[in-house]
């Protein structure tokens, strides 16, 4: 599995070439003061003040803070994914010789192996599921997608059968608003945006954290009164 991430992402160098509140939470905008009789604008970047964090059980607790090592581990890789195929696409269209361009892709692709192999290989392969995750937020496309349009079908067929070996699954998208694990994964990001525990990058996909968490905090209340009423069902004879 290791290999096959380490594969796929260093290939998206060479591949990229062939083509040119809930009411917990609060958001702080612009703010007024009058001070003396005068009125100040001050302009603040919007800020989340997230909830607290509360546990059912201690197993609950534990589990969320492995899964937030493994996400935490994965993410970096996913902005730089982005942060490559964004350099590489600007740089590509200003080389015009087919030539240069395959010299240049070649070189990076040599620099990124040199700079990352050695830290991909030891990714496990939570973390690796939770790459591919990420790549479709950062870059917009699943890993799937990637390759088969930069690449080729038959390319991106190995490439899913290979993963599929390991459990994983190149097709899949990121979706914080129905998968439990993706809301997760993205209520990890953003507590770690706000305590700088990672540098934030836009995403390519609609995110609305406030939106997210209201969904799941509503589904959370309704699962306790359905708890509820079932022990508290009497049965009649």
Wanted: with cysteine; glycine share 2%; net charge positive.
């Amino acid at each position: 599995m290791r290999y096959l991430m380490i594969f796929f992402l260093l290939c998206t160098v060479s591949l990229y070439a062939q083509i040119e509140l809930d009411k917990d939470s609060m958001l702080l905008s612009e703010k007024y003061i009058v001070f003396e009789g005068d009125t100040l604008q001050i302009d603040l970047e919007e800020v989340f003040l997230l909830k607290k964090l509360k546990f059912e059980t201690s197993y609950d607790r534990r589990y969320y803070y492995w899964f937030r090592k493994k996400t935490i581990n994965a993410y970096p890789y996913a902005k730089m994914t982005a942060e490559r195929l964004a350099t590489i696409h600007e740089r590509l269209l200003t080389i015009k010789s087919k030539s240069k361009r395959r010299k240049y892709t070649r070189r990076l692709q040599k620099f990124m192996e040199k700079e990352f192999t050695a830290k991909l290989k030891k990714l496990t392969r939570t973390e690796g599921r939770i790459l591919i995750k990420l790549i479709h937020r950062q870059t917009g496309e699943t890993a799937f997608e990637l390759v088969k349009d930069l690449r080729s079908g038959w390319k991106a067929f190995w490439y899913q059968s290979t993963a599929k070996l390991f459990k994983m699954n190149l097709k899949s998208k990121y979706d914080p608003y129905t998968i439990k694990e993706d809301y997760r994964i993205e209520d990890i990001l953003q507590r770690s945006f706000v305590s700088g525990v990672l540098e934030e990058q836009a995403p390519k996909i609609p995110i609305n954290f406030q939106k997210i968490d209201s969904i799941w905090n509503y589904k959370k209340e309704i699962n306790k009164v359905v708890k509820k009423n079932k022990r508290n069902k009497t049965v009649y004879y």
